[in-house]
């Protein structure tokens, strides 16, 4: 059973709970009280979500079919991750392989109510429409609509940002997307499209771990105030692209300490995937090895980083910045 703790426990955020999937998104955002951060004791791992602003909820673990499956056949990898509970998939046009991610869908024989499915518009180019990428994106995917829309990024198209979110609405009210948000936003790219948007984007995506934290707080504060929910990718950068970095020695001791009071052996990369689900951030992450999405799956049942270990995790992450992916996030905003 799930326990929730809200830092900030609000009569609101307690009515959008137990009213669950709406047909109403616009009352529930009128009723969206932030912070959306918690911690929680769940240990289901297959079940845990995070509630959105539009009275949805979003399996808090993603598998990622981007980088390393990035323009490669992602069925394989897909279907070990679903068989081994994930039911969160994160897409994108962009990746050139959203045919076998859909492949992937059919092969896992789940029913499509019991998956989650993202995928993200590309750059969208003068005389294209937002529809019709989505609905190539659904012929690929093999359904016939997708739980998330995410603009993948809010720089590169030929049509302003709020013509694009005007047609992201417009795809939601079709039911073509359950819900619409957002990835690698700025805040003066929320700033651009929240005065004349009638729904809020759900999420913004973004790389978000130690190293970037520092450059990334004062945007994950403003979202989290808008109610718009983090989704991290790139989470495992400080072990697997930043090693020799001030945070070494302090995972060391996190992860000799969760080991020892868990009673089995945690990995680096589970207690920084650790960090991002008590600060309420989605992870979205990936492998094509069984036993290392095991490991991702076993993050919720893991003992919770202390505020002390999450206080020293931040500071020692301050003292260095590494930003793999998308460099305009660390323009001053
Ligand atoms: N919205 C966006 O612009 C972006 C979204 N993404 C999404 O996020 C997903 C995950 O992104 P990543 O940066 O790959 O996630 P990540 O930072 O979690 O890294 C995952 C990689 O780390 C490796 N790994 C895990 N544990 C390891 C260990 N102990 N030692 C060595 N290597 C280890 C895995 O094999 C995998 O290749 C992508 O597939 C995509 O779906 C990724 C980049 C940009
Ligand atoms: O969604 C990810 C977009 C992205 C940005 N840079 C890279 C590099 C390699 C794969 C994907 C991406």
New binding site residues.
């Given amino acids: 059973m799930m326990s929730i703790i809200w830092h900030t426990p609000s009569i609101a955020i307690r009515i959008r709970a137990s009213l669950g999937r709406t047909s109403c998104p616009g009352l529930i955002q009128l009723l969206q009280c932030p912070p959306l951060r918690f911690q929680s004791t769940n240990r289901d791992m297959s079940t845990l979500t995070f509630p959105l602003n539009d009275g949805t909820n979003v399996p808090a673990l993603a598998f990622g079919t ?2 390393a499956l ?1 323009n490669k056949d992602a069925q394989n990898a897909v279907v070990t991750a679903i068989k081994t509970g994930f039911v969160h998939l994160d897409g ?1 046009q ?2 050139g392989n959203e045919d076998s991610l859909g492949d992937a869908i059919v092969a896992s024989g789940k029913p499509r109510e019991s998956l989650y499915i993202t995928t ?1 518009l590309n750059k969208l180019s003068k005389g294209q429409t937002v529809k019709s990428t989505l609905v190539e994106s659904l012929r690929k995917l093999k359904v016939d609509y997708v739980n998330l829309f995410l603009i ?1 990024m809010p720089n590169h198209h030929e049509v302003p940002l709020t013509d694009i979110w005007k047609q992201m609405e417009e795809v939601q009210k079709e039911g073509l997307a359950k819900s619409i948000g957002v ?1 690698n936003f700025r805040i003066k790219d929320f700033e651009e499209i929240l005065p004349g948007a009638t729904v809020k984007p759900v999420v913004n995506q973004i790389e978000f771990h130690p190293y970037v934290f520092g450059a990334a707080e004062s945007l994950y504060e403003y979202t989290e105030k808008q109610g718009i929910r983090t989704e991290s ?1 790139g989470g495992l950068t400080p072990i697997v692209r930043a090693r020799g970095g001030p945070l070494d020695p302090v995972l060391a001791k996190i992860t000799e300490r969760i080991s020892k009071t868990g009673g089995k052996s945690v990995s680096e990369g589970q207690v920084l995937s650790k960090w991002l689900l008590q600060k309420g951030v989605v992870v979205v992450t990936t492998s094509s090895k069984e036993e290392r999405i095991k490991e991702y799956l076993a993050v919720p049942s893991l003992p919770d980083l202390t505020a002390e270990e999450i206080a020293e995790l931040e500071a020692a992450g301050k003292k260095h910045h590494k930003r793999a ?2 460099q305009w996030l660390d323009e001053k905003n």
Wanted: net charge positive; with cysteine.
């Fill in positions: 981007g980088t990035y994108a962009m990746y993200k993948h990835s990718y992916f998308c």
